[in-house]
């Protein structure tokens, strides 16, 4: 099964840090359900094989100059060209299942009031084996607090599977530079007057090293408070 789309209509970003493990079956399964995507890789200047498993599966791999995966967005974003409808957001470790990709493209295609739809992982699916239990309660708190203070109602707020709209993005510079780069996001949708969507999704267990921890929590708790006064 392939989503809709032109060639370059759609821009798939996957910001790595030395997945070497997970970033091929990630690119191959990006390939599988979406039609004609540009696929773009931004790396943090991996030191494994990361970069050569990329280049050799024909995707653009691109070097950012700073580091995080917020850094790396604003990197993909100065990418984007004028024809991108939607952009995909993933993580290399292949824990975010592609197949729910074109159902979640057809929800922006549907509804024009709809700026995002993410995968919502806390749902029937989900298995505690596939997170460690620190990391749970972590996302867990972090959502509630997020809902708390910003008013957007989403089960999974810090989510890594994301389709936006492009037009939401183009010419836009988040000033996260880490893994609170989803809660900015969250909050450059509800400004524009986007709503958003959660489509349920499981969530496998990652291939190769962890690179979220739990120190990361103060700084997307910081940015929820800092989005909240905007």
């Not at 939607?86 to 922006?108: G, H």
């Amino acid at each position: 099964m392939q989503g809709e789309g032109h060639a370059g209509e759609i821009l798939a970003v996957v910001a790595s840090l030395n997945e070497e493990e997970g970033i091929g079956p990630t690119l191959q399964e990006l390939r599988q359900y979406l039609r004609n995507p540009h696929i773009l890789v931004v790396d943090g200047k991996s030191t494994d094989g990361t970069v050569s498993v990329a280049t050799g599966l024909h995707v653009e791999v691109i070097t950012q100059e700073g580091k995080g995966k917020g850094d790396a967005v604003a990197k993909a974003i100065e990418q984007m060209g004028a024809n991108v409808r939607y952009v995909v957001l993933t993580d290399a470790d292949y824990t975010y299942p592609a197949m729910f990709l074109p159902e979640m493209i057809a929800i922006l295609e549907e509804d024009p009031k709809i700026g995002m739809v993410c995968g919502n992982r806390f749902n029937s699916h989900f298995h505690m084996d596939e997170m460690h239990n620190l990391f749970y309660l972590g996302n867990r708190f972090l959502a509630f607090t997020h809902n708390m203070l910003n008013g957007v109602a989403m089960r999974d707020p810090l989510t890594g599977l994301r389709v936006i709209r492009g037009e939401i993005l183009r010419n836009w510079k988040p000033k996260s530079k880490g893994f609170d780069i989803e809660v900015e996001l969250n909050h450059q949708v509800e400004r524009k007057g986007y709503g958003i969507v959660e489509v349920d999704i499981p969530y496998r267990r990652r291939l190769g090293e962890k690179k979220l921890k739990l120190r990361h929590g103060a700084t997307i708790v910081k940015r929820i408070m800092l989005e909240a006064t905007y």
